[in-house]
């Protein structure tokens, strides 16, 4: 029966796992707990590949516990009861290690059925997780549990586990295995991160390439094939996606171009133009905004002619309106004061409007002054003349502020002339 590589290297022991030494290197909270022989309920977080299954199956050994694994994706109400079942019988005599793997899709119906198990001890949960928990895992559960988030693997760690797949491969075929370090580099490289992916690649490689004169050389060009897009770890539903639109936006925002045209990249690699133009168009308005106006009609003109020409050619305009805004002058002010009139609204702090700009030219009876008495600013020097626009509530509100940019400054001392007001 065919096994995959990655399930054959998979490590036995808490030291042969590369990465994740922030939890369960020598010293560390995991560890410790691991290591204590008294087990709590654990979620754990992160990416795929970097260790969440693997660490729960060497804790599973280190248990007296009958141990049972479930996968949220496929199993149900049934399989948990069936687990359940077990309780209190010879066979889990001590109880049970559940390990829960994408309990994100255990719904929570689901998750409240294992709760009074938990409570009592008699079922101890590792679940893993590939979104936030804060977020897909049933408060209950949480409070009752302790959460650790695995990282994404270094390409150093990573190369560590890249070079003991090739030597079991070596071992496994009795051929020797010849491979550069440029070529163990990019692999390593190449998997995003993920330890799995890369001992796909190495497989991958070694099937790929035929034995000559009693070994197997793998060359740069074929890892390159094999693992070309193993880099990409997006979903548009999931935390990666958020967090690369999240750094696409706060990297335009901090005026770094070089990281802003990385996550743009990364964003169009994953086919995701929709999202890259609605942040940008987001960005011109609120970071740069009116430090320079005409960028936003700028920025949408290169969105619309992305949009038209479509992917790959949209690259090139919305890498030129990128660099644009992250190089232009910023200023929240406008931002800022739609934040402020808005929370104003929302507390009920508006009152009638003015009777001077009503769209009525008559009054009733009952009007105890009768006439619009709207001043009309153009009928006025510089188009300008003072008079109330706010409600009576919130006259001497003020909402907007002048940025410390060159145009609002400019704009400041024209008014300033206009309106005759003094420093």
């Known amino acids: 029966m065919y096994e995959p590589l990655a399930q054959k290297i998979r490590p036995q022991t808490l030291d042969e796992v590369v990465g994740q030494k922030h939890l369960i290197g020598e010293g560390k909270p995991l560890r410790n707990i691991i290591e204590s022989g008294e087990l709590p309920n654990l979620v754990f977080y992160g990416p795929s590949g970097v260790g969440k299954t693997t660490v729960a199956n060497i804790i599973a050994k280190a248990t007296n516990r009958k141990f049972c694994k479930l996968n949220g994706t496929t199993a149900g109400t049934a399989d948990i009861k069936a687990i359940v079942a077990q309780l209190d019988t010879f066979e889990a005599i001590n109880g049970v290690l559940l390990y829960l793997d994408e309990i994100q899709y255990f719904n929570k119906k689901q998750q409240q059925t294992l709760l009074e198990y938990i409570e009592s001890g008699k079922i101890t949960l590792i679940a893993s997780t590939t979104e936030n928990p804060y977020f897909y895992v049933y408060n ?11 990282k994404t693997v270094s390409a150093d760690e990573i190369e560590i586990a890249v070079r003991r797949a090739f030597e079991i491969s070596e071992k496994e075929r009795s051929c020797k295995i010849s491979v550069s370090d440029e070529t163990l580099k990019y692999i390593s490289t190449a998997c995003g991160g993920d330890v799995r992916k890369a001992m796909n690649a190495v497989e991958l490689c070694v099937l790929s390439t035929r034995e000559k004169d009693g070994q197997i050389i793998i060359n740069l060009d074929t890892a390159k094939q094999l693992t070309q897009r193993s880099a990409m770890k997006y979903d548009k539903d999931g935390d990666e996606h958020y967090d690369i639109i999240s750094a696409f936006q706060k990297s335009m925002r901090g005026s770094d171009p070089d990281a802003a045209i990385h996550y743009l990249a990364r964003l169009l690699e994953a086919g995701d133009l929709p999202s890259a133009c609605r942040r940008l168009l987001v960005c011109a308005c609120e970071d740069v905004g009116l430090a320079y106006p005409m960028i936003i009609p700028i920025v949408k003109a290169a969105v619309d002619t992305a949009l038209m020409v479509g992917l790959p050619e949209a690259r090139i305009p919305l890498a030129d309106a990128v660099i644009l805004v992250c190089n232009s002058p910023k200023s929240t002010t406008g931002h800022d004061a739609i934040n402020a009139a808005m929370a104003d609204v929302a ?10 700009l009503q769209n009525k030219h ?44 060159k145009n609002e400054q400019a704009a400041k001392e024209y008014w300033k002339r206009i309106k005759g007001e003094n420093d």
């Open 347 to 356: 507390r009920g702090k508006s009152g009638p409007i003015p009777r001077t």
């Open 362 to 405: 008559f009054d009733g009876e009952d009007a105890a002054v009768k006439g619009q008495f709207y001043e009309y600013p153009h009928a006025y020097p510089n188009h300008w003349v003072k008079q109330q626009y706010l409600p009576d509530v919130l006259k001497n509100a003020k909402y907007y502020e002048f940025g410390d940019n």
């Open 140 to 150: 209950a559960i949480l409070s009752r549990s302790t959460v650790f988030e695995f």
